[in-house]
């Protein structure tokens, strides 16, 4: 029996309704609605006409909803192969123009998006969305996330959002970014990080 296409709608905007295909399983794990919806009541206005983006990005629901909801550009960045291929399947959806995706290591491309916006001088939402630490290949995942915080230069970061198990626990500060909320849901929690200099 073929396994049972999984997808999901975009919540709300000019996109709403739209499906998502979402990519298998067992390699990337779907932001659940409820998660989705706090964050964007969270946002509301201030992701019109902001730069969105979405670190682990496997279908590219939570980059696809901030830009139907007014966000003007998307970088995606997601290292699974075949998630890679769902998302451009989803981003045909929308707008391709304002959505562009890094394919591979997120660690490493980072720098390829970070220096896109220093050269438009400009910063952007950062929603950084690891796989579990508990799935085989992954121990050191929230490790190395918490290290690619530190290194965000504060020129270009809005706000950082991370998605997480609930059970960790982020250090209140992050080189210059300290938690501003936590908001738990279940086994996942989002932890909102600003900038030392943002007050």
Same mark, same amino acid.
């Given at each position: ?47 019109? !006409?902001? +730069?969105?983006? *979405? $670190? =682990?990005? #496997? ?6 909803? %901030?830009?139907?909801?007014?966000? &003007? ?21 929308? !707008?391709? +123009?304002?959505? *562009? $995706? =890094?394919? #591979? ?6 720098? %390829?998006?970070?220096?896109?916006? &220093? ?81």
């Amino acid at each position: 029996m073929k396994n049972k296409q999984l997808t999901k709608k975009i919540i709300a905007g000019k996109y709403k309704g739209k499906t998502l295909l979402l990519p298998s399983k067992t390699t990337t794990r779907s932001s659940k609605s409820i998660v989705l919806e706090s964050f964007f009541n969270t946002l509301q206005f201030d992701i019109v !006409d902001a +730069n969105f983006v *979405e $670190v =682990f990005s #496997g279908s590219g629901s939570i980059g696809l909803e %901030a830009l139907s909801r007014g966000a &003007k550009k998307i970088y995606f960045m997601e290292k699974d192969s075949n998630a890679v291929k769902t998302l451009k399947q989803n981003i045909a959806q929308t !707008d391709p +123009n304002a959505c *562009e $995706v =890094f394919a #591979g290591d997120s660690f490493t491309n980072i720098n %390829a998006v970070l220096a896109r916006l &220093k050269k438009s001088n400009e910063d952007a939402y950062f929603y950084i969305d690891p796989p579990f630490s508990i799935r085989e290949g992954m121990e050191d995942i929230y490790e190395k996330t918490m290290q690619l915080i530190k290194a965000l230069p504060e020129s270009n970061v809005k706000l950082i959002i991370i998605e997480h198990m609930s059970g960790l626990e982020i250090p209140q500060e992050l080189g210059v970014y300290r938690i501003k909320k936590f908001k738990k849901f279940g086994n996942t929690t989002l932890t909102y990080l600003i900038s030392e200099n943002m007050e």
